[in-house]
C-alpha cells in the first residue's frame, strides 16, 4: 500500500471520527503528495525515496515552527504544530538513534577514507544518499564534523 493510500484510508477514518485536527493534517500531508506529483517533468507516480523527503522536509518544517511559536510564547500555535507533527512521525521510516548514527558515519567515514575536517564534503555526500529518510541533515552534519575533529 502507498503512502499516498495509507493516507487517504487514515483521513476517511479520521472523518468517521469527526477528529478535525488529525483530518487537518492527513490532508496537509495529501496536499504535498498531491502537488509533488503535478509537479513539471514528472511523469509516474512519485517513488517511496520522494515520499521520505517530503515526509522530512514536512516534520522539519513542523518542528522550526513550533520552536519560533514557543519562542514567542504563542503556545496555542505551537501545540497545534506539535501535533501536526506527531501525525507526521506515523509515517516517517524510523529515525536512527545518535548510538546507530554514529556507528553508520564510522563505516562511511572509512569506506571514504576520510582522515580530518577538510573531508567533511566527502563524507556528507556519501551519507545523505546512504542515510536519506533515516536521519535528519542536521544531526549527520553535526556528528561528521564531531568525529572528523577527534
Do not use: C, H
Not at 516534520?59 to 496555542?76: C, G, L, T, V
Not at 573531508?119 to 553535526?142: F, N, P, R, W, Y
Amino acid at each position: 500500500m502507498s503512502l499516498k493510500q495509507k493516507i487517504d484510508a487514515d483521513i476517511k477514518a479520521a472523518m468517521l471520527a469527526k477528529n478535525k485536527e488529525e483530518l487537518d493534517a492527513l490532508r496537509s500531508i495529501k496536499s504535498m503528495i498531491l502537488l509533488a506529483e503535478t509537479e513539471k517533468g514528472v511523469t509516474a507516480e512519485i517513488t517511496s525515496d520522494t515520499e521520505s523527503k517530503l515526509l522530512m522536509k514536512a516534520a522539519k518544517q513542523r518542528k522550526e515552527s513550533a520552536d519560533i511559536f514557543q519562542q514567542q510564547n504563542r503556545a496555542d500555535l505551537a501545540e497545534k504544530e506539535l501535533f501536526q507533527l506527531s501525525v507526521i512521525s506515523r509515517y516517517l521510516p524510523k529515525q536512527l538513534s545518535a548510538e546507530e548514527l554514529e556507528a553508520e558515519l564510522k563505516k562511511i567515514i572509512d569506506e571514504v577514507g576520510a582522515k580530518g575536517p577538510q573531508d567533511v564534503g566527502k563524507v556528507m555526500g556519501s551519507a545523505t544518499k546512504k542515510l536519506a529518510g533515516l536521519a535528519e541533515g542536521k544531526a549527520i552534519s553535526d556528528t561528521v564534523k564531531k568525529l572528523l575533529a577527534s
